[in-house]
């Protein structure tokens, strides 16, 4: 989603806000663009369409220096990808904005400023705050004072920077529904959207409440509440590194998460599993409490994060004993779901600022839901704040929008929230043992998939020129197969589905020819002789079949039938984490092969704060 950079400082600024945005290009974005206060006050600002790259060409062209300023990269939802609807959007006497988010009533705003003389030369919402602004401003001369008067005014979800030519010592910020976070330096301050944009210059951060509004200057920061009372925001110092974002040797973005997997699930399982048991504490303090008191659990999230809580279905039924539910966030957020009584509320989220999820989070904490727990991996998001218990989930920044270390993270994460409850519901303490052992083994088992990646490197060539794939699963690896799919149509574009495996004779098959490779997860599981029924099914009707199989499997390769040998003894507990991967690098493959731009695919934005 769009990104904002923003600094006020006794130097030029505008190398901090270019590299600013370097950082938050993972979030996905169409144009980019600054605007800065120069030396004799007057507001400069450059604009582009397409990468940060180019907007770099254009300062290079017409150079622009300041110690005030805003930037944003900007991903389309009103009006198309262009240079006159890219941030910053502008006002009369030198009002400059920049703004993450959608606002819902800014059709009605524009026609009462139309009425008032303002010319618009964009299509964007965002145009609609410039005026406003200046509107207010016009009549309360102050720009902290116009700001709230707007934000007041507007409905929707809105992150926004704001600089002016009259209040040339000033950023002001404001937030509903988005994240700001400010930097503090020395004798400087920084704003954005994401910790990761200001990691080079301070780790030092102040994360705004939903309906804050704040004026930022070079040695004084002042935060008003939505109630307009003096709010103080706790200083927090990150433990981020300024290269923790970088590629280092790997091609690209993606290709390193996938080989961060085994340190980052070590890291999610450190200070949490000790002596062979579960700390609950690591929920949160009322942690057992909840957990004991637990009688269903409903999980809600998006993308690969829903993929992550219908595996967990699996093991908390089958483990646990406690019935589950997993919804899809922006289907559960617009209907009046029957609460069970004592149901435990689970969100998923890799950045925490999900819109979807945000709002069903919300929505939950009004329905009567026993308590709110948030897996994340974003310790200063919304999702983390206003949940009751939570699990970070350490995977470290993740910059492919393609999910791979967050989504494994999450498994892994949810693996402890299934223990933690059947603890709490009765098992023995040889089971919990058993349970945790699986549990550390998987950062193992993970490197040993890992070498297969020169394996899957040859197999993706045979993908190369198709334009549909079917991915199969069964039991908890149908949601395995329904990621698969997600990852090779995320980034190569090909065309892919998931389902389950014996879903396959009630319509699927009649897709199935010598054209469409069929790829199949088959673990040792109880399900196994079921798959290979299913599997018989598809080399009947002449389909090429792509089979990772546990070595016990009995499943051979022959004419169709190509088989890739996974590691040996994977339990069923563990096969989610550990069957993932080569998708993850068979997707990673063909992407490469294709030509397709794998970090940043198209249409795609990695943080998806709005509706």
């Known amino acids: 989603m769009c990104g904002i950079v923003g600094a006020i400082a006794d130097r030029n600024i505008v190398p901090i806000l ?16 600054i605007a800065a206060l120069n030396a004799n006050g007057q507001l400069r600002r450059i604009r582009a369409v397409g990468k940060v790259k180019v907007l770099q060409d254009a300062l290079l062209e017409s150079p622009i220096e300041g110690a005030v300023g805003i930037a944003h990269t900007r991903w389309a939802t009103h009006g198309v990808p262009s240079e006159r609807n890219a941030h910053p959007h502008v006002s009369r006497d030198g009002i400059a904005i920049v703004h993450n988010g959608i606002i819902e009533n800014h059709e009605e705003l524009r026609e009462e400023l139309l009425k008032l003389d303002y010319t618009f030369t964009s299509e964007t919402d965002t145009e609609v705050i410039a005026h406003r602004i200046h509107y207010h401003k016009r009549k309360l001369g102050d720009l902290f004072r116009a700001v709230r008067a707007t934000v007041a005014e507007l409905e929707g979800a809105y992150a926004l920077a704001v600089i002016s030519e009259d209040s040339p010592d000033t950023i002001v910020v404001a937030r509903a529904g988005c994240p700001v976070v400010v930097g503090l330096g020395e004798q400087e301050n920084f704003v954005a959207s ?65 080989y961060e997997q ?34 269903a659990v409903q999980i809600v999230a998006c993308g690969t994060s829903y993929h992550a809580g219908a595996v967990a279905k699996y093991c908390i039924e089958q483990i646990a004993r406690i019935p589950c539910w997993v919804e899809i966030a922006s289907e559960y957020r617009y209907r009046n779901p029957v609460v069970p009584k004592n149901t435990l509320f689970v969100s998923i989220s890799q950045s925490g600022e999900t ?51 967050a989504f494994t993270t999450q498994l892994v994460a949810l693996g402890m929230l299934v223990v933690a409850l059947a603890k709490c519901h ?77 879903e396959l004779k009630h319509g699927p098959l009649a897709l199935v020819d010598a054209d469409m490779p069929v790829i199949a997860v088959a673990p040792n599981n109880d399900l196994l002789e079921k798959l290979k029924s299913n599997l018989q099914e598809v080399r009947a009707r002449g389909g090429e079949l792509f089979v990772f199989a546990d070595p016990d499997s009995g499943i051979q390769a022959s004419d169709g039938i190509t088989v890739i040998t996974m590691p040996k003894h ?11 991967i080569p998708l993850q690098l068979l997707a990673y493959h063909c992407a490469l092969l294709k030509g397709t731009d794998v970090d940043q695919p198209r249409n795609l934005a990695k943080s998806v704060t709005v509706e």
């Not at 399982?269 to 002596?275: F, N, Q, S």
């Not at 709110?372 to 350490?394: K, M, W, Y």
């Open 18 to 33: 270019v590299e600013g945005l370097r950082r938050l290009e993972y979030r996905g974005y169409d144009s980019a663009g």
């Open 194 to 258: 994401d910790v990761s944009a200001l990691l080079p210059v301070t780790r030092r951060f102040m994360f705004l409440e939903e309906g804050d509004v704040a004026e930022i200057r070079r040695t004084a920061i002042r935060v008003l509440d939505s109630e307009g009372n003096t709010a103080r925001r706790p200083v927090r110092e990150s433990e981020l590194s300024a290269d923790a974002a970088e590629k280092g040797d790997f091609e690209h973005y993606m290709l390193k998460e996938i």
């Open 262 to 295: 085994p340190r980052a699930i070590a890291q999610t399982l450190e200070e949490r599993v000790a002596g062979g048991k579960l700390l609950e504490a690591a929920f949160g303090p009322s942690a057992t409490e909840v957990f004991r008191r637990t009688e």
């Open 355 to 405: 819109a979807d999820t945000l709002a069903a989070l919300r929505m939950a904490k009004k329905a009567g839901y026993l308590s709110t727990l948030a897996i994340c991996n974003v310790p200063e998001s919304s999702l983390v704040r206003e949940s009751d218990l939570v699990l970070l989930t350490r995977a470290g920044p993740e910059i492919g929008v393609a999910s791979t270390k």
């Open 426 to 502: 009765g098992i023995d303490a040889e089971r919990e043992r058993g349970l945790v052992h699986r549990l550390l083994e998987i950062p193992s088992l993970i490197e040993k998939t890992l070498h297969l990646d020169e394996t899957i490197k040859e197999l993706a060539k045979r993908f190369a020129d198709k334009h549909h794939a079917l991915f199969l699963g069964r039991g908890q690896m149908y949601p395995i197969a329904l990621e698969g799919a997600l990852k090779l149509k995320e980034i190569s574009y090909i065309h892919a589905e998931g389902y389950p495996a014996g």
């Open 570 to 580: 994977v339990t069923h507990f563990q096969a989610p984490a550990v069957y993932t």
